[in-house]
């Protein structure tokens, strides 16, 4: 049989009297009084063998004059306010401290390169892991996690550039390079509608070709000298 003692008091007269009758027990305490805002949680409960039930009884009844004890199961704590509070705070947590795990460069892991925050954590750098040469450069200025430049590189020297100006995830610019890192021209979306509509190719005697989509359709129309 299980006892609940609504009160230290209670338990400890109990205790009493089943010493004084040599009934063995078990005590389990469920709350301290000293802290209970609402008497929503028995004091304890104490484990008895059935077959003491008949010496028990009299001694529950005795003590029960003064207040009755809880025969049923203790009353959860409302505690809902406080679990949301807790559960938002993990989440909280959770995404400051991937966040920081992701910036530190402990979860970047990739089979052919090395990835490496700057100190600032607005540049990250690809290496290949063959020979250490470095491919790509990602640039983060504002830290909202959207690229505003990104870099490609062949043999240390810089082929490639994206540009986004407005952070919104397209790059409205592409600028090219040829080996030794000179330009050789660029593309253009000058309207956002993310379809590139002027284009520069810079030919091998310095002469431009520009092309020009007027109808923004996704087709140069135009060829300009």
Excluded at 64 to 93: M, Q, R
Excluded at 110 to 135: H, M
Excluded at 160 to 180: C, K, P, Q, W
Aim: glycine residues 4%.
């Amino acid at each position: 049989m299980e006892i609940f003692t609504p009160r230290s008091e209670f338990h400890l007269e109990l205790v009493q009297k089943l010493y004084e009758q040599n009934i063995p027990y078990e005590a389990r305490f469920l709350s301290d009084e000293r802290i209970q805002m609402e008497i929503t949680q028995p004091y304890s409960m104490i484990d008895i063998a059935d077959e003491y039930a008949d010496q028990v009884e009299p001694m529950i009844r005795d003590l029960e004059k003064e207040k009755p004890v809880e025969a049923t199961p203790p009353t959860k704590f409302n505690s809902s306010y406080l679990t949301w509070g807790l559960v938002a705070y993990a989440l909280i947590a959770t995404v400051l401290c991937a966040k920081y795990y992701y910036q530190s460069g402990e979860a970047l892991v990739d089979p052919n390169f090395d990835l490496r925050w700057n100190a600032s954590s607005t540049q990250l750098s690809y290496y290949k892991k063959s020979n250490g040469e470095l491919v790509f450069r990602h640039f983060d200025q504002d830290y909202d996690w959207v690229y505003e430049r990104l870099e490609t590189y062949q043999s240390g020297i810089i082929i490639e550039r994206y540009l986004d100006a407005n952070s919104d995830g397209f790059y409205e610019e592409s600028i090219n390079y040829d080996v030794d890192g000179q330009y050789t021209g660029k593309w253009l979306d000058r309207n956002g509608d993310t379809y590139y509509d002027y284009g520069e190719i810079v030919l091998e005697n310095a002469d431009t070709i520009r092309l020009v989509d007027q109808n923004g359709n996704g087709v140069f129309e135009r060829l300009q000298p």
